[in-house]
């Protein structure tokens, strides 16, 4: 429903509320974001490497990529749903 909607009133500080949430869960997303490039960025198979912690760290990554986007896709929804 939109802010100004007659059956849904928001006041100005559940709208900043909301806000402030979202930011943060956007801000997480970006953090998981860069936890998984900077681990695929420094990911090397050579000396001192086994096959299985190269594997576990990749799949470490992926997950990190994941969860960046549940966090962005879920700021998007909750932005859709309250604001739009």
Known sequence: MPYNSPTN???KSQILTMSVKLVGVW???AAFMLLGVWI???LELNV???GVSYVLALLIAFVMFLL???AWISVAVATRHKFG
């Open 48 to 50: 001192g490497v086994s």
């Open 40 to 42: 695929i960025q420094n």
């Open 68 to 70: 960046a986007g549940l």
């Open 27 to 29: 801000i997480v997303g």
């Open 9 to 11: 009133i928001y006041t």
